[in-house]
């Protein structure tokens, strides 16, 4: 404990008046004696400690004894009723003294804590020989190493390497790896509930111990990219190599997520020139893009061979004589058949073409017929059927011509019933009135009763009759 202090005026000490001299035949007190005094001069002060303070400017006062106030005691001691007091040699800390008191309480380290020194500081305020206020304050600081040689030696504080995981929803395993430093290095005696010493995550101690500050012992991830060559083939001419990348994330020895993707790339000419085809496929088209092999001359293939021609479809025409032809898979692309793809179709810069067979087609011609049936109706009494025919021509599966034709037919009896046409009502048919002449008196003429009717008479009713039914006729025509 180590303490600071002015100088203190002891409060058990006596009053003024009985430190003289008894030697001394002088009385301070004898104003003939003794005419002048010092004096500690106090006035009122509301924040100040005892509600009083030290008056400004010179102190203590020179002051003649006579003089004293009511508020100067002789005491030499601080009051409420008379806070001036007398004191016997001019000495401002015989009136105002501050002691200040500091003790140091030093705590040695333990495992679990670096030590300290704990400080309490108290000031005291002594008016006189009076306590006018305490305080105190609390601090504190490190050990010297001075103070830590001191200390006991302590046990060995074993310290370890810890991954520490909190949760999270979205992460691997519910759990993610506690931002900042990791691993953390932390005393074995203050493991936590949620730290296990198996050098591993799991769910109910997803914090663990490692045996080094090495990240990846807390968090690692591997990716794997596996490589299969698919030289060319039948099914694949170019060939590809199909990638396959594993990418494993595993919390300590822990495999927490596992995720695969799939891609392809062409192969390089060096892996092309490692793709070895013990035999010529049985496709010839595919034998023939394979330039990796050399297929025997008795290996052929089915080609659709096509010639210049300006008038045709496309600028070729199919040569005259058997097609497809016959052509040995290893004169592909040469000479004269340097004219031939193997895309099995069609295309200016090499016409003919490799075909799986010989039933295969060269030239296929599509017929699409559209008939467009048209009712009659006032503008066409009879109807109509509007034809639009399309040919297309297609060089293996290339369309090389397109040609549309349009033409026009009457209607069948079959279309004309399935058209919704109205049905006018029949007009009833009604003779035209007869009128008989009179009858001349005499010879020839006709009876009154029985008589035949006349000859022209009946020829007329004819006509009118026949034109009668005609005029229906076109009426429901026109309909």
Request: hydrophobic content about 35%; overall charge negative.
């Amino acid at each position: 404990m180590s303490s600071l202090s002015a100088k203190v005026v002891d409060p058990a000490a006596k009053p003024v008046e009985e430190l003289k001299d008894p030697k001394d035949p002088k009385d301070p007190k004898d104003p003939e004696e003794n005419d002048k005094v010092f004096v500690c001069k106090f006035v009122a002060s509301e924040n100040a400690p005892g509600g009083y303070v030290l008056k400004d400017g010179k102190n203590p006062i020179h002051v003649s004894v006579n003089t004293l106030g009511d508020d100067t005691n002789m005491d030499g001691v601080f009051s409420d009723a008379q806070p001036s007091f007398v004191v016997d040699a001019d000495d401002v800390t015989l009136c105002f003294n501050v002691v200040i008191d500091i003790d140091e309480d030093i705590i040695c380290p333990t495992v679990e804590f670096d030590g300290l020194v704990n400080i309490t500081t108290t000031t005291t305020i002594w008016f006189g020989g009076f306590k006018a206020s305490v305080s105190v304050e609390y601090s504190h600081r490190l050990l010297t190493e001075a103070e830590l040689a001191e200390c006991p030696p302590l046990e060995e504080d074993k310290k370890v390497w810890v991954c520490k995981f909190v949760a999270s929803e979205n992460s691997p395993g519910g759990f993610v790896l506690k931002e900042g430093k990791n691993p953390i290095h932390v005393s074995e005696n203050a493991l936590g509930d949620d730290v296990n010493d198996t050098g591993t995550f799991n769910d109910k101690q997803p914090s663990f111990v490692v045996p080094s500050d090495d990240v990846t012992l807390c968090v690692h991830t591997t990716v794997v990219v596996d490589e299969e060559v698919i030289c060319p083939s039948d099914e694949d001419l170019d060939g590809t190599v199909e990638i396959t990348t594993t990418t494993k994330t595993y919390y300590g020895t822990t495999l927490v997520d596992t995720k695969i993707e799939y891609s392809e790339r062409a192969l390089t000419e060096e892996e092309l020139e490692e793709c070895v085809i013990e035999e010529c496929p049985d496709d010839m088209a595919a034998a023939a893009a394979l330039a990796v092999i050399e297929c025997p001359e008795d290996k052929k293939v089915w080609v659709c061979k096509f010639v210049a021609s300006e008038n045709s479809p496309g600028g070729y025409v199919l040569k005259e004589g058997k097609n497809p032809i016959h052509v040995s898979v290893n004169a592909i692309g040469k000479g004269e058949h340097s004219d031939v793809n193997l895309t099995g179709t069609f295309n200016d810069a090499q016409p003919s073409f490799v075909v799986p067979s010989e039933d295969t087609k060269c030239v296929t011609v599509n017929v699409d017929v559209d008939e467009d049936v048209m009712c009659p109706s006032d503008e066409d009494t009879d109807g109509t059927v509007w034809i639009t025919t399309t040919t297309r021509t297609y060089y293996g599966t290339t369309l090389v011509e397109t040609m549309v034709e349009y033409s026009e037919r009457a209607l069948t009896e079959d279309e004309l019933e399935e058209c919704d046409l109205p049905t006018l009502p029949e007009e009833p048919y009604t003779p035209p009135a007869v009128h008989n002449p009179p009858r001349p008196s005499g010879t020839g003429n006709l009876a009154t009763t029985g008589a035949e009717p006349d000859a022209g008479f009946l020829a007329a009713f004819a006509l009118m009759l026949m034109g009668g039914l005609a005029v229906v006729a076109a009426r429901r025509r026109k309909a």
